[in-house]
C-alpha cells in the first residue's frame, strides 16, 4: 500500500525553511522560554493595623478623618468618591475649625471632580460647596478664588455639555459670594459663556455666527446659562445701572436715575435729589462753642494754622488717595462699559434666537397635565432671562456715557428684540392655563420689562408727534407701543388685571410699583398731541390724565402702614416739588389744584401713622415743609387748612375725653419728626400769620408744657 500524502508532508516540514512575510515581524522560536510576568496589589486602607492614630482626631460617623476622606475623593469607584465628598460635610459640620485652617487642602483635593463624569458626584460637590463657601470669611476665601476659578473656566469648555452646564452652578456659587473679585479684566469667564452658548465670531463678520450646536441645550440649561450670565452682566454694568428693587422697597426709597434728563444742568439734578434725602445727617444737633481755642504764639498764619496743618498755599500739590482711586475707577468703569458693548453684539442673534424659539411654545394652552405646566413655567421663566438680559445690557449702553453711533446701534437692537416681543403683550393676556401662581408671576414680570424696555426707548429720544410721523415705516413703532403699554399700566395701578387664581384683579405689589416707575414717568411725559392710532388720528390728553389718576388712586387706596403707601408718597411728592425747581424742564405739568388737593390729605396720614413708621413720618413733614418753601406750590388758603389740620396731631381738648395728645408727644426730643415739626409750625406761621394760627399755636403749647413738665 502506498504512502499517504499526510507523512509525506510532514517528513519534508522538518527539513523546509519558513519564509518570511513583509509586515509580520521576526516568529518566536519553539524552544524560546516565555520570561514575562504580572503582579497584583492588595489595598486595605481601612485595615492599616501599624498606622498610629493620635486621640482626640476629628472623625465622621465611619471613623474617617480628613486625611482619608480626601484620598477617597480620587477611589476609582463614583460611589466611593460621592461617599467621601458627603463624608466631609459631615466633618466639617462637627468641626468647623477645619474650614479655616483646612481650606485651601479641601479646595486643591475636591476642586477636580467638577469634570467628574458621573452626575452624582458633581451634585455631591456642588451641594458642598453651596454649603461651605458661604460659610468661609472674605479673607479666607478670597486668596483661593483664582484657583477655584482656574478650574470653572476649564470645565466650562468640558466636552461633555453636562458638565459644562454644572461649571456654571460652580461660578454661581462665587458670583453670588464674592461679587468683586470679577472684573472685565478676566476674560475666560466670558470665554467660557460663549463656549457653552456655541457663539463664535468668524473674521470679517460683525455679526455673530451661531454653530449648529447652539441648539443643542434644554430649555433648563440654557435657563441656568442665561440667569448666571445676567448676574455676571449685573456685576459688570454696576448696581447705578441695574436697580436692586429688594432693596429699595427694604429702605423705603426710590430710584430717581430716569429724572435725570427732565434737568438742564446735572447740579441741578442733584441738588433736588437732596430735598428729600436723609435728612438726619442735615438736621442732626451739633453742640455750639462761643468761643475758639486759644492759639499759641509759637502758631503763626505764616508757619502753621490750626491742628499743625500749614497754610493751602504754601503746601506741595500732589495727588491725593481719593483722586487716585477715583482714576481707577473710571478706568473701571471704561472697561466694564466696553466688555458690555462687546457683549452686546454677540448675544443680540441669539437673545433673539432663544426667544422665537421658546414663545410659541410657551404661550400655547397647555394640556391637563402637570409636567407640561412645569415645563412651560421653565419656558417663560427664560423668556424672562431674556427680557432681563436685554434691559441690563442695552440698559447699561443707553444711560452711560457711549459714543452716539453706539447708542444709535444698541437702540435699533432693542427695537430689534422687542419688534418679536410686541405681539405676546400683554402677555398672559388670553392664554387659558391652569391656576399656577408662579406661572401669573412671571408673565407680570414680562409685562414690567417690556415697559422697561419702552421706557427706556422713549427715555433715549424722546419721542414727539413729528418724530413718529417720520419714523412711520420704522418696524417697530414707540409712540403706538406706548400707547398700549399705557392702558395696560392704568389697569395694573388700579388692581383691575384679572387672573385664574386672582379673579377679582391681581394687586400691584411693591416691588412691581417701583419697577414701573420710570414707565410711568415716560407716560407722564408723552405729549397729548402723541399719534397713536395707525389712521393718524391723535389722543386729547385724557390717557396721560387717566395714568396720573390712576397713580392718585393708588395713593388713596393703599393702607397708611403699607410700604406701598410710603414708595408711593415719596413718588408723588418729588413730582410735586419738580413743579416748583427752576432746573426742571421736563413735558409733565400738575395742576395747582391737584396739587393742593394732595397735600391737605397728609395731615391725616400723619396722624394715622403715629409712631409705627418713623422715615414716613418723616417723609411727610419734610414733603409738606419743601412744599411751603415755595409759595408757587401752596397759596394762603390751603396753608391755612394745613395748620387747622395739623392741630390733632400736636393737642386736642375733646369734649367728652378731655384733652388728648397727638403723636408728636411720644416722638424722642432728638428725633427727625420732633424737630422738623416745630420748624412746619414756624413756616405755617410765616405764611399765614400769627391771629390764622390761634389753634395750631394753642396745641403746640399745650403740647410743649406737656413735655416740659414730664420731662421735669
Given amino acids: 500500500m502506498p504512502k499517504s500524502s499526510k507523512k509525506k508532508k510532514e517528513k519534508a516540514a522538518d527539513f523546509s525553511k519558513a519564509k518570511l512575510k513583509l509586515g509580520k515581524g521576526k516568529q518566536v522560536a ?49 460611589q466611593s468618591r460621592r461617599d467621601a465628598i458627603a463624608g466631609l460635610r459631615e466633618l466639617l459640620e462637627a468641626h468647623p475649625e477645619l474650614m479655616g485652617s483646612s481650606l485651601g487642602v ?31 470669611s472674605k479673607e479666607n476665601l478670597v486668596p483661593h478664588v483664582a484657583f477655584v476659578l482656574l478650574h470653572i473656566t476649564s470645565a466650562m469648555s468640558h466636552i461633555f455639555p453636562e458638565i459644562r452646564v454644572d461649571a456654571v452652578r460652580f461660578l454661581d456659587i462665587l458670583l453670588i459670594t464674592v ?66 428693587l429688594d432693596t429699595y422697597v427694604a429702605s423705603g426709597k426710590i430710584p430717581t436715575w430716569y429724572l435725570e434728563r427732565s434737568f438742564r444742568t446735572e447740579e441741578g439734578y442733584s441738588a433736588f435729589l437732596s430735598l428729600l434725602g436723609s435728612n438726619r445727617r442735615h438736621y442732626r444737633l451739633v453742640g455750639w462753642k462761643a468761643e475758639m481755642p486759644p492759639i499759641s504764639e509759637d502758631d503763626s498764619a505764616s508757619n502753621n494754622c490750626l491742628n499743625g496743618y500749614p497754610p ?33 453684539q454677540s448675544l443680540h442673534h ?9 414663545a410659541p411654545s410657551a404661550f400655547m394652552p397647555p394640556h391637563s397635565s402637570r409636567q407640561e405646566v412645569g415645563s412651560i413655567e421653565t419656558q417663560i421663566e427664560l423668556l424672562c432671562t431674556v427680557g432681563l438680559l436685554t434691559s441690563s445690557i442695552y440698559g447699561t449702553i443707553l444711560r452711560r456715557g457711549s459714543t452716539d453711533a453706539v447708542k444709535a446701534t444698541a437702540s435699533e437692537n432693542v427695537k430689534n428684540i422687542m419688534s418679536r416681543m410686541a405681539p405676546y403683550f400683554p402677555f398672559g393676556d388670553g392664554v387659558p392655563i391652569r391656576p399656577d401662581a408662579q406661572v401669573e408671576q412671571h408673565f407680570q414680570d414680562l409685562n414690567l420689562i417690556y415697559c422697561d424696555l419702552i421706557s427706556l426707548l422713549f427715555t433715549q429720544h424722546q419721542w414727539s408727534s413729528r418724530s413718529a410721523l417720520k419714523r ?80 392718585l388712586e393708588h395713593f388713596h387706596r393703599a393702607g397708611a402702614m403699607s410700604s406701598g403707601k410710603k414708595l408711593s408718597l415719596q413718588f ?3 413730582l410735586v ?21 394732595w397735600l391737605i390729605t397728609l395731615p391725616r396720614i400723619l396722624w394715622e401713622i403715629n409712631t409705627r413708621d418713623p422715615l414716613c413720618s418723616e417723609l411727610i413733614v419734610l414733603v409738606l415743609l419743601r412744599a411751603l418753601d415755595r409759595p408757587s406750590l401752596i397759596s394762603i388758603s390751603t396753608a391755612q387748612v394745613l395748620a387747622t389740620q395739623l392741630v390733632p396731631f400736636f393737642y386736642i381738648n375733646h369734649p367728652t375725653k378731655g384733652p388728648i395728645f397727638g403723636p408728636w408727644r411720644q416722638f424722642t426730643f432728638d428725633s427727625a419728626v420732633h424737630r422738623l415739626s416745630l420748624q412746619l409750625v414756624k413756616s405755617l406761621q410765616r405764611e399765614c400769620g400769627d391771629n390764622a394760627l390761634h389753634d395750631l399755636r394753642s396745641a403746640v403749647s399745650s403740647a410743649l408744657g406737656a413735655e416740659a413738665s414730664g420731662s421735669n
Fill in 350 to 358: 441669539i437673545l433673539i434666537v432663544t426667544f422665537l424659539d421658546i
Fill in 106 to 136: 479641601l479646595l486643591q483635593a475636591t476642586v477636580r471632580a467638577m469634570i467628574d463624569e458621573d452626575s452624582s458626584v458633581r451634585k455631591a460637590l456642588l451641594q458642598l460647596f453651596s454649603w461651605i463657601i458661604p460659610l468661609v
Fill in 312 to 344: 493751602i498755599d504754601v503746601m506741595p500739590r500732589s495727588w491725593s488717595l481719593g483722586e487716585v482711586d477715583q482714576l481707577l475707577e473710571k478706568d473701571d468703569c471704561d472697561s466694564n462699559l466696553a466688555l458690555i458693548v462687546d457683549l452686546s
Fill in 577 to 597: 416739588l419738580l413743579q416748583a425747581d427752576q432746573q426742571y424742564c421736563g413735558a409733565f405739568k400738575m395742576e395747582t389744584k391737584d396739587i393742593q388737593d
Fill in 472 to 551: 412711520k415705516q420704522d418696524h417697530f413703532d414707540v409712540p403706538r407701543q406706548l400707547h398700549r403699554v399705557r392702558e395696560w399700566v392704568s389697569k395694573a395701578i388700579r388692581g383691575q388685571i384679572v387672573s385664574s387664581t386672582q379673579p377679582l384683579g391681581q394687586q400691584l405689589s411693591s416691588t412691581a410699583y417701583l419697577a414701573l416707575l420710570p414707565t410711568i414717568w415716560s407716560l407722564l411725559n408723552t405729549r397729548t398731541d402723541t399719534t397713536t392710532e395707525e389712521d393718524g388720528e391723535k389722543s386729547s390728553g385724557v390717557a396721560t390724565d387717566d395714568t396720573w389718576l390712576a397713580i
Fill in 572 to 574: 408723588i411728592g418729588s
Fill in 30 to 78: 519553539n524552544n524560546a522560554t516565555d520570561t514575562s510576568f504580572k503582579t497584583k496589589s492588595i489595598i486595605l486602607p481601612n485595615q492599616s493595623i501599624t498606622a498610629s492614630k493620635p486621640e482626640g482626631e476629628p472623625r465622621t460617623s465611619r471613623n474617617l478623618n480628613l486625611e482619608n476622606l480626601l484620598s477617597r475623593v480620587k477611589h476609582y469607584s463614583p
Fill in 179 to 244: 461679587p468683586e473679585v470679577f472684573s472685565a479684566s478676566e476674560q475666560r469667564v466670558l470665554a467660557g459663556y460663549m463656549t457653552i452658548l456655541n457663539l463664535r465670531s468668524k473674521a470679517g463678520e460683525e455679526a455673530p455666527a451661531l454653530t449648529s450646536a447652539g441648539a443643542s441645550l434644554s430649555p433648563a440649561s440654557r435657563l441656568v446659562v442665561l440667569r448666571s450670565l445676567l448676574r455676571y452682566v449685573k456685576i459688570m454694568a454696576d448696581s447705578t445701572t441695574w436697580l436692586d
